[in-house]
C-alpha cells in the first residue's frame, strides 16, 4: 500500500503534487474538524472513567498514544469549536488552517482572558483563513498580552528581576548566556542585529565574487549561527575597544503603538488626564483587533515597556494615518532612500512574499505599482521584498495589496499564491 503511494507521488508532475498537497490539507481539516466534535462528546459523555481514567487525557495517552502537548492542543480546539460552533465549520470546510484553529483556542482556553474572546472570535478567525500563521500568532498574542496586563505586567517586572549572565571558558570552547528583562533585551537586540548584519553583509560580499549572478545564501562560507557567534565576538570587542569615559550611541527602536493604547498607557501613568470624549471625534472606538502594540519584528511588547522605553529615549514613534501607512512622499523621488525606505520596512517584519521568512533589514524596497506605471514612491505604494522576489518581478509575477493593508502576489498565468 505505501509502496503504492510513493510510485504515484514519483510519477505525477510538479503541478500534480501541489494539487494532492492541497487535497490532504483539505482532509486533514476535514479530519481535525470530526475529531474536535467527537473528543468534546466523549468528554462530555466521561467514556474515559470507562478505563479509570481521570481524564481525556489519560484516555488519549492510553489509546492513541499522544503527548501531553497533542492532549492538550487537540482538547482546547475540541472546547473551541463547541463554544463556537462557526469555527468548526469554517475548519470542517477547510478554510481555516489547523495551526490557526490551535492558537485561537488556545487564547480561548487562558483562564484570565478567555471570556472576553467572543467579540474577536471573528476577525481572528478570518485572519487564520486569509493570512500565514505568524500573522495569526501576532494578532491572538497581541490581543491576549493587552487584556491581560496584569499578568504582562507582573512578567514584564518578574523578566528585569530574574536578569542574569554567565560565561565560560575552557581548553577547547566556551559559552556565554544571558537572560534580560523586555527593555535591555529590545535595545540589546537591535545592538546585535546591527552587527549581525554586518557580517552577513561580509558574506555575501565574498559570495558574490566568488559565485557572480549564482550566489546564494546556502553558498556563504560561514553558516546563520556562527555569523551569530562573530556578531557577539565583534560586538565585545569594539566595547573594549571604546575610549574609557566615552559615551556609546544609543540604539534606536521602533515601536509599533496606535494611538489609543498609547494614551492610555500614559494615562495610566498619570502623565496626562484621563481622556474625556470628543464630540466631533468618531464616536466608534478603535476595535480591539486593530490595535497596535509590537517591535519591528512583530513581536508583541506589554505597554509597560514601552512607556520604560520612552523614559529611557530608546524609541522612535512609528506615526500611521487611518490605513496604517506611516508618513507620505509624493512622486519626485525614484527610489526609496532614507526615512522613507525606513517607513516601508516599519509596516511589516519580514519580505511580503507569500512563505518568505526574509526580515526586512535584509530586504530591498520594491514600488508595488512600478514607478514606471505611475506608482508613486511613498510609503503607501512600498512593500518590503528580497532580493530573490524582487526580482521575481521581472520574471511576470506581480504584487496587489487590497484595502485591509494586505498582500496578494500572482504568478504569471493569474493564479494567486497561497
Not at 82 to 98: I, K, N, Q, T, Y
Amino acid at each position: 500500500m505505501f509502496d503504492e503511494v510513493v510510485r504515484r507521488a514519483g510519477a505525477a508532475g510538479d503541478a500534480g503534487l501541489l494539487a494532492r498537497l492541497r487535497e490532504l490539507e483539505g482532509d486533514r481539516r476535514r479530519v481535525e474538524a470530526e475529531m474536535a466534535v467527537v473528543l468534546q462528546q466523549l468528554d462530555e459523555r466521561r467514556v474515559y472513567r470507562v478505563d479509570e481514567h481521570a481524564s481525556m487525557w489519560g484516555l488519549l495517552r492510553a489509546e492513541l498514544h499522544w503527548s501531553d502537548g497533542e492532549c492538550r492542543s487537540k482538547m482546547r480546539v475540541a472546547r473551541l469549536v463547541d463554544r463556537f460552533p462557526d469555527v468548526g465549520e469554517r475548519l470542517f470546510d477547510g478554510h481555516v488552517s489547523v495551526a490557526g484553529a490551535a492558537e485561537i483556542a488556545r487564547a480561548a482556553a487562558n483562564p484570565r482572558v478567555g471570556d472576553r474572546i467572543d467579540p474577536e472570535i471573528g476577525h481572528f478567525t478570518t485572519q487564520a483563513e486569509r493570512a500565514e500563521y505568524d500573522v495569526v500568532l501576532r494578532k491572538v498574542r497581541s490581543w491576549e498580552q493587552r487584556n491581560d496586563a496584569k499578568v504582562a505586567r507582573e512578567r514584564t517586572e518578574s523578566a528585569d528581576e530574574a536578569r542574569s549572565a554567565h560565561w565560560t571558558a575552557g581548553e577547547n570552547d566556551g559559552e556565554l548566556v544571558v537572560r534580560w528583562g523586555p527593555v535591555d533585551a529590545l535595545a540589546n537586540r537591535e545592538i546585535l542585529d546591527r552587527y549581525l548584519e554586518a557580517e552577513w553583509l561580509a558574506d555575501w560580499e565574498v559570495t558574490v565574487e566568488r559565485y557572480g549572478d549564482d550566489a546564494a545564501p546556502h553558498l556563504m562560507p560561514r553558516t546563520g549561527a556562527q555569523r551569530c557567534a562573530d556578531a557577539v565576538t565583534r560586538a565585545l570587542h569594539d566595547g573594549v575597544a571604546a575610549p574609557p569615559g566615552s559615551r556609546a550611541p544609543e540604539p534606536v527602536v521602533n515601536i509599533h503603538v496606535d494611538h489609543d493604547t498609547f494614551s492610555d498607557v500614559l494615562v495610566e501613568a498619570e502623565l496626562l488626564p484621563e481622556r474625556s470624549a470628543d464630540p466631533f471625534a468618531d464616536p466608534q472606538p478603535v476595535h480591539e483587533s486593530e490595535r497596535l502594540c509590537h517591535s519591528e519584528h512583530g513581536d508583541p511588547v506589554d505597554p509597560l515597556t514601552v512607556l520604560q522605553l520612552m523614559i529611557e529615549g530608546y524609541i522612535r514613534f512609528v506615526i500611521v494615518n487611518d490605513d496604517r501607512v506611516p508618513i507620505q512622499w509624493g512622486r519626485t523621488r525614484r527610489l526609496f532612500e532614507g526615512a522613507a525606505r525606513d517607513a516601508v520596512r516599519a509596516m511589516f517584519p519580514r519580505c511580503t512574499h507569500p512563505g518568505c521568512r526574509v526580515r526586512t533589514k535584509r530586504t530591498q524596497t520594491d514600488h508595488t505599482v512600478d514607478y514606471a506605471k505611475g506608482g508613486t514612491t511613498d510609503p503607501a505604494n512600498g512593500n518590503p521584498r528580497c532580493r530573490r522576489h524582487n526580482n521575481a518581478k521581472n520574471h511576470g509575477y506581480t504584487v496587489y495589496r487590497d484595502a485591509l493593508g494586505e498582500f496578494h502576489t500572482y504568478r504569471p498565468d493569474g493564479t494567486e499564491i497561497g
